[in-house]
């Protein structure tokens, strides 16, 4: 495993982070300590999480039962702001406020069992509260213990940089990272986002890296997908797909003795801002596949490659 800091923090993840989204959904509650645990063996530090995954905190109930006695090994990333169906209470929409906060935080704790988290990032935008209250909220976290470091999920590159300002002119704690959807099928970030992260110093955390699953080689141009896969109860993923693209880095990877994941994932760990790629698995081969995936660097000339066949 690679182990680098998340931005310019004193955070260290390692290069490939566990998604814990299928904990409480796609697997079976039984099949998660063997995976959590694997994924420690294997290096993995860094496990991501909600509040909302799993059905409104079933995933952080399952993972905080999959780690108990080796708390210390890892860093627990979980996000609070989405809706949680009630299960904070009544919120009226206003989820990046002060009271919300306290609430969710609380709960999240309990069901991680746990006195911290490592890294505590608001989900996505709250456009009722103003960000000073919610980086306030944040920074009392802190203070207390009860959190790390704080990031955030689904901002724009103008909303990273609004809060960043906000966060050192306040005198409040700064996010260290941003979630948002990357990979070789989706670069949009690139465009506004990735700056916007240099320039603050934040590490950005890909999510969807394998692009709903269509860069890890299991599907075909014309063919139904393989059952049991996530495809297959999406039929409008694979009909949208650009094969264009997924053939093109097959026929990259097929070039170089390389698999479509080791580009996935190892590809984009190597992109600028990246700091750990997310990745789900609800398999032990899969942790041990993404893994191996992730210590595959390219060279210089292997990246330029890359980005222009998926321009």
């Not at 406020?97 to 306290?102: A, E, F, L, T």
């Not at 704790?109 to 919610?134: A, S, V």
């Not at 694979?238 to 093109?248: I, K, Q, S």
């Not at 801002?273 to 398999?283: L, M, N, P, Q, R």
Request: aromatic fraction near 8%; charged fraction near 20%; glycine fraction near 12%.
């Amino acid at each position: 495993m690679i182990y680098q800091q998340l931005g310019t923090s004193g955070l260290t993840v390692s290069v490939v982070g566990l998604g814990c989204n299928n904990f409480g959904a796609r697997m079976a509650d039984e099949d998660v300590p063997s995976v959590v645990g694997s994924a420690i063996d294997a290096g993995i530090t860094l496990f991501d999480t909600a509040d909302v995954y799993g059905n409104a905190g079933g995933s952080e109930t399952l993972l905080g039962e999959a780690l108990q006695g080796r708390r210390d090994e890892v860093v627990i990333a979980t996000k609070f702001g989405m809706d949680m169906g009630g299960s904070n209470g009544p919120d009226w929409g206003v989820r990046g406020s002060r009271r919300y906060i306290r609430i969710a935080v609380e709960n999240s704790l309990r069901r991680l069992g746990t006195d911290w988290i490592d890294l505590y990032q608001l989900h996505r935008p709250d456009p009722h509260t103003p960000i000073e209250e919610t980086l306030a909220a944040l920074s009392e976290l802190v203070t207390e213990g009860k959190v790390r470091y704080i990031g955030s999920s689904n901002l724009t590159g103008w909303q990273v940089v609004d809060a960043d300002w906000t966060a050192r002119t306040g005198g409040y704690e700064a996010f260290v990272s941003a979630q948002n959807e990357y990979s070789w099928l989706h670069r949009e970030a690139e465009a506004e986002l990735v700056p916007a992260l240099e320039h603050t110093g934040q590490g950005l955390l890909p999510f969807f890296p394998l692009a709903r699953g269509l860069l890890t080689g299991k599907y075909r141009r014309g063919a139904d997908a393989p059952d049991g896969t996530r495809l297959a109860s999406q039929s409008e993923v694979l009909a949208a797909a650009d094969f264009d693209t997924v053939e093109a880095l097959q026929s990259f990877a097929d070039e170089r003795d390389l698999t479509l994941l080791q580009i996935a994932i190892g590809g984009l760990a190597a992109m600028p801002a990246v700091g750990s790629v997310i990745a789900g698995a609800t398999k032990v081969s899969q942790i041990e596949a993404n893994v191996a995936a992730g210590l595959w660097e390219p060279s210089a000339d292997e990246l330029l490659t890359l980005m222009e066949l998926t321009a």
